[in-house]
């Protein structure tokens, strides 16, 4: 017995860029201590299995893992593995709108023409760190830092530190070292720093290191709190819908574009929705042996 894999780049509308993702298709009957030695074995920074869902008015149920271990929620996994299952007949042609099953729960997908967005949780703000802690962690001087935004912890599911930066030469000055970064992040609050800047009207230029992963070139998890950070803190301008695009991966050559949409009420800072949103193109079809 064999299992369809496919290979996709995720938030990009361009061959060859974005973040690359392995879905592994009817992968009911793979261990979990499998799916965990294939993910490693794939080497991206997450593969998915796609298995039966608890609930079947669900599309399906996901699992994520990296090639360490597995995660509760993730963006671009969610994104390429919605689109696979569209694109193989799995989601009928004309339902736009489902949901996927992950361990942070339900997460609704919609599709809009060749673009998929995924719904986030609601966004929580914790811990802020010192400036002076943040540059160190990342290499860059205080003064590169946006004095009035605070480098704090957000998050829909996965935690960030997130830095705002003075503009898109102070974030690619910046570089990822672990043992700088294991002076900043703590894994029982966060394991990521992200890094940002605005880059013109509604538009955001953005790197991601981690403990696990040196830089991620596309984090959709990441950037729908990016987009309430960016707002609370004044790097997007306030409105009832805000539209952001987050460029991402642009220093490692895998450039991405990843759509971040606002909608807020009675809170000015905390949006009522937050939906992020890209494009996915085709890589690789093939099957993986079976292992077991």
């Given amino acids: 017995m064999t299992y369809q894999i496919r290979i996709v780049d995720v938030f990009t509308d361009k061959p060859l860029a974005g973040n690359q993702l392995a879905v592994v298709l009817d992968a009911k009957d793979i261990p979990v201590k499998l799916m965990q030695r294939i993910a490693r074995e794939m080497n991206f920074s997450e593969t998915t299995f796609v298995v039966p869902p608890e609930d079947p008015a669900h599309a399906a149920r996901v699992r994520i893992f990296t090639p360490h271990t597995e995660l509760p929620f993730a963006g671009h996994p969610t994104i390429g593995t919605a689109w696979v299952l569209a694109d193989e007949g799995l989601v009928p042609k004309d339902v736009n709108q489902f949901t996927l099953e992950e361990n942070v729960g339900p997460v609704p997908v919609r599709r809009d023409g060749q ?50 930066l003075r503009d898109a030469a102070a974030v690619d000055k910046a570089t990822s070292e672990r043992s700088r970064l294991e002076k900043l992040l703590n894994r029982k609050i966060a394991d990521a720093v992200f890094l940002t800047a605005a880059n013109g009207s509604n538009r955001l ?88």
């Fill in 115 to 164: 673009m998929f967005w995924m719904t986030h949780p609601a966004v929580q703000f914790g811990q802020v760190y010192p400036h002076s802690q943040a540059a160190a962690a990342i290499g860059v001087e205080e003064s590169d830092l946006v004095t009035n935004a605070p480098a704090q912890v957000g998050s829909t599911g996965l935690p960030c530190v997130y830095v705002a």
């Fill in 205 to 292: 230029y953005s790197r991601m290191f981690s403990l696990d992963i040196p830089e991620d070139p596309a984090t959709g998890s990441a950037s729908g709190p990016l987009g309430a950070y960016a707002v609370k803190y004044g790097l997007a301008e306030r409105a009832p819908t805000v539209s952001l695009i987050s460029e991402q991966g642009t220093k490692m050559g895998r450039p991405s574009q990843i759509h971040i949409e606002l909608t807020y009420g009675e809170s000015k800072d905390i949006p009522e929705r937050i939906e992020v949103g890209g494009s996915v193109m085709p890589v690789l079809s093939g099957a993986l042996s079976d292992f077991s």
